[in-house]
């Protein structure tokens, strides 16, 4: 099981504000930076978040990440139809000799 | 624009050796900037992390697959791969290469990765007699 905790899911309406929580430990979120993932039924993920808070180029800024000690959260503001997919936060764990873990995954539907 | 693409066999038996290739274009392999990585997921599982390269060869793996994985990179042909002995059902799953930044700061780079940017689109790998 992961050492990275999210909720299994998450819903809401077209234009709404859904937060998506992930929660760790010191020898993770607390000591590294937390990445996000959006993973579309079916494709390969893609890096939504990176260092926290970065949106990579072409990520729309309705995506927004922030970290506050072990624990992390990514939120989608003015949800839309094609956000319909699972989320993964993922980090760098420094315990035994550093290993990169994901989240449990978080399924995001629009109602 | 840079692209992943892994190739290998979609069918392994159990107890043999798991072999993929992932053929990187539209950009150097040969950075120090970059990892470059191996990620599965099992039927209806998360992601799960295997291990990255740099270019220089350093790797790091899994704990839980660090005795079973080998990863190497051949920059001569622009590729890395991946290797996973002794597999079983449980190593049935969609693999993906992909490539992570990393973090570098007044010429120094830092082992944790910093995000996987470029996906390839996976390889299904089943593993059955």
């Known amino acids: 099981q992961s050492v990275l905790t999210q909720p299994p899911s998450a819903s809401g309406t077209p234009g709404q504000r859904v937060t998506i929580s992930c929660s760790g430990s010191?020898?993770?979120?607390?000591?590294?930076?937390v990445n996000w993932y959006q993973q579309l039924p079916g494709a390969a993920p893609k890096l939504l978040i990176y260092?926290?808070?970065q949106r990579p180029s072409g990520v729309p800024d309705r995506f927004s990440g922030s970290k506050s000690g072990t624990s992390a959260s990514l939120a989608i503001s003015g949800l839309q139809s094609e956000d319909e997919a699972e989320y993964y936060c993922?980090?760098?764990?420094?315990?035994?000799?550093?290993?990169?873990?994901f989240g449990t995954g978080t399924k995001v539907t629009v109602l | 624009q840079l692209q992943l693409q892994e190739s290998g066999p979609g069918l392994v038996k159990p107890s043999e050796t798991l072999s993929l290739t992932c053929t990187v274009s539209?950009?150097?392999?040969?950075?120090?900037?970059?990892?470059w990585v191996w990620v599965r997921q099992a039927p209806e599982k998360g992601l799960e992390w295997i291990g990255h390269?740099?270019?220089?060869?350093?790797?790091y793996s899994n704990p839980s697959l660090k005795s079973r994985v080998s990863i190497s990179v051949d920059t001569s042909e622009n590729q890395f791969s991946l290797k996973l002995s002794s597999v079983t059902a449980a190593d049935t799953a969609v693999y993906y290469c992909?490539?992570?930044?990393?973090?570098?700061?007044?010429?120094?780079?830092?082992?944790?990765?910093?995000?996987?940017?470029?996906w390839g689109q996976g390889t299904t790998v089943t593993v059955s007699s």
């Open positions: 992909a490539r992570s930044r990393r973090f570098c700061s007044n010429g120094v780079c830092y082992i944790p990765p910093a995000g996987f940017d470029v």
């Open positions: 539209g950009g150097s392999i040969n950075s120090k900037f970059y990892y």
């Open positions: 390269i740099s270019s220089t060869g350093a790797t």
């Open positions: 010191i020898s993770n979120i607390g000591s590294n930076a």
């Open positions: 260092a926290n808070n």
């Open positions: 993922a980090t760098w764990d420094d315990s035994l000799h550093g290993l990169y873990v």
